[in-house]
């Protein structure tokens, strides 16, 4: 049983380039969501889905783009990065968030 | 605005002393609440949650938390610290409205001394 896998683990892009970060789990949650992780902020939400199909905004959407077109596939796509973008990115699911299990994190380098 | 918060971006306690690490939040009406702990270079683990019922809730590694309605806390507490608890916290909140946004306050880091 893999739990959330996020690939990559490491990545470093120029300003402007795009990425896709993925994120797949194989618990069969409803629920998923995305969020950075930086120094003396905690972890910020990004995107979340309750579901296929649906999707909302976190507290810090701009700059990213989600989509949920499966169960086990959650995608947060970077179309232009920015430095302000470099970060430690966590995916996360749940069923019905009642208790999250998180990916082991991609840490993001803009240069 | 909904938000939670956690007061000591830094605790220091010496190992066999006992830890409480404070969390309060701001809600409409009270949430699900829950701790996580991350160690260095890795991901979250959950410590324990509160939904209902009794306001003292056991986790693992040997971790409690108390939650108190008049004052919106859900402080983190042991009673003797190990080394290898040394670690960020977090506490984080769902809306029972809303439970697919989880939010974290801003972690608390525990250094260990010897």
């Known amino acids: 049983n893999a739990g959330v896998t996020q690939t990559p683990k490491f990545q470093v892009l120029k300003t402007g380039q795009s990425m896709t970060l993925q994120c797949a789990q194989d618990m069969n949650h409803e629920y998923m969501s995305w969020y950075r992780q930086d120094p003396g902020m905690g972890l910020r939400l990004i995107h979340y889905?309750?579901?296929?199909?649906?999707?909302d905004q976190g507290e810090v959407p701009n700059g990213y783009n989600v989509s949920r077109s499966t169960t086990e596939d959650f995608p947060l796509r970077l179309l232009s990065a920015a430095p302000s973008q470099t970060s430690v990115y966590f995916c996360?699911?749940?069923?019905?968030?009642?208790?999250?299990?998180f990916g082991q994190g991609t840490r993001l380098t803009v240069v | 605005a909904q938000s939670v918060t956690q007061p000591d971006i830094h605790i220091t306690v010496s190992e066999g002393a006992s830890l409480e690490l404070r969390c309060n939040y701001s809600?409409?009406?009270?949430?699900?609440l829950f701790w996580y702990v991350q160690s260095p270079g890795q991901g979250l683990q959950l410590l324990l949650k509160?939904?209902?019922?009794?306001?003292l809730v056991q986790g693992i590694k040997g971790f409690e938390a108390e939650f108190k309605r008049s004052q919106s806390s859900f402080n983190l507490r042991k009673p003797s610290v190990h080394w290898s608890d040394a670690a960020e916290y977090f506490c984080?909140?769902?809306?029972?409205?809303?439970?697919?946004?989880?939010?974290f306050g801003q972690g608390t880091t525990l250094q260990v001394k010897p």
């Open positions: 509160y939904f209902s019922g009794d306001t």
């Open positions: 809600y409409g009406a009270t949430p699900y």
């Open positions: 984080a909140v769902v809306s029972r409205g809303n439970t697919g946004k989880l939010i």
């Open positions: 889905s309750v579901g296929a199909g649906i999707t």
């Open positions: 996360a699911s749940s069923s019905l968030g009642l208790r999250a299990f």
